[in-house]
């Protein structure tokens, strides 16, 4: 004759223990009664009939309330009938009987504005709990600011709202509850207002030809709630050029403009000052724009209001061009004598919203046929 009981080791108030029992060989069907004891006192029992070749299982109501002062607690399972026997385990005990939460309206709060929290709490069955909590404010100095020290749940929910006072400290505060053997905390920040963000963009033209003789852009300084930014415009423009009699890359800052912008400024730039950008010896030779190299054009806005500075960069090519013609990359590198060479030529503008003016231009394409000797 043998059996098998399987329980789990931990156990919660007011959470049913499931015990499960396996009469291996038996001569009749067995009465088995499942005890909780502690101190060699029953505080729950529950008893089942089970039959033999068959895993079946006995629910153990635990109490509501398991005291630490009553002892250790543990697991007491006897048979009777079929087969008699008798086994006792030790138990632990986990305390938690109530599962809670803390909940905020916001996660940053103003000096001024008011804190408006929630508390809801159930056991482990999912039925509210209906019973009463603690709860206690503190600052990020951890003094104590409120405190309501007998808060009755209703459906397990209740509410709180806590206004802040035009100085508080600043950082982070902590809301602390407490009921029934368990505790919880929320935290939130309370932060001095700061001026919305501001972005500042550089819209520069989309290219340059080296025969153009002005060019026009614009630069935007908006809030992130998109409303126009008031203050000090600043823009400096240079030249990105490769220099192939010194080999490096030169960079030369000339040109100025200063004026005050109200969300959008529109600036101007001659031929004539581009060309002061580029060095000496060039324009000794050339009275034309680069045919290559970038023109930089940084911005910096200065608000009004608080001083704050922030600044943006726009790009923009030269082409000695302003179309652009390149053989597609699937051309053949090489030709066969006696086989067809299909070759792809794309024509488009230095910038891709002027292409539809190419719909109906003409391509003239020639071959000539070089040999390499050997």
Not at 282 to 300: E, K, M, R, T, W
Request: proline share 5%; hydrophobic share 35%; charged share 20%.
């Amino acid at each position: 004759n043998s059996y098998i009981v399987v329980a789990p080791k931990t156990i919660r108030p007011s959470v049913k223990l499931q015990i499960s029992v396996t009469i291996l060989q038996a001569s009749s069907d067995v009465q088995v009664q499942a005890d909780l004891v502690a101190d060699s006192v029953v505080r729950a029992t529950a008893k089942k009939t089970i039959a033999a070749g068959a895993p079946n299982f006995i629910q153990l109501q635990i109490p509501d309330r398991l005291s630490w002062d009553q002892g250790a607690y543990s697991l007491r399972v006897s048979g009777s009938g079929g087969l008699t026997f008798s086994n006792e385990s030790t138990l632990t005990v986990n305390q938690k009987c109530v599962s809670m939460f803390v909940q905020t309206d916001k996660g940053i709060y103003k000096p001024g504005q008011t804190v408006m929290m929630r508390f809801i709490a159930y056991k482990p069955t999912l039925l509210p709990y209906d019973g009463s909590i603690e709860v206690l404010i503190t600052d990020p100095n951890r003094n104590l600011m409120a405190k309501w020290s007998d808060i009755q749940l209703r459906n397990g929910v209740a509410s709180r709202d806590f206004p802040l006072s035009s100085e508080p400290p600043v950082g982070t505060w902590t809301v602390s509850v407490d009921g029934d053997r368990v505790s919880e905390t929320q935290t939130f920040r309370v932060e001095k207002y700061v001026l919305p963000k501001f972005e500042v963009t550089v819209t520069p033209p989309p290219f340059i030809v080296s025969d153009d003789t002005r060019i026009e852009g614009t630069v935007t300084a908006r809030y992130t709630h998109r409303q126009p930014v008031k203050g000090t415009l600043v823009l400096v423009f240079y030249l990105q050029t490769w220099s192939t009699w010194y080999h490096m890359h030169d960079e030369r800052s000339k040109t100025l403009q200063m004026s005050k912008i109200d969300g959008t400024y529109a600036f101007s730039l001659d031929s004539i000052k581009i060309r002061d950008l580029q060095d000496d010896d060039y324009q000794s030779y050339d009275s034309s724009l680069p045919s290559s190299g970038q023109l930089v054009i940084n911005a910096s806005v200065t608000e009004t209001l608080t001083g704050t500075t922030l600044s943006s960069q726009g790009l923009t090519n030269f082409y000695s061009h302003s179309i652009k013609l390149k053989f597609h990359e699937s051309t053949p590198q090489f030709f066969r004598p006696g086989l067809t060479i299909v070759a792809r030529a794309a024509m488009n503008f230095c910038h891709t919203y002027l292409n539809s003016c190419l719909l109906s231009c003409v391509l003239s394409v020639c071959a000539d046929c070089c040999y390499n000797s050997g």
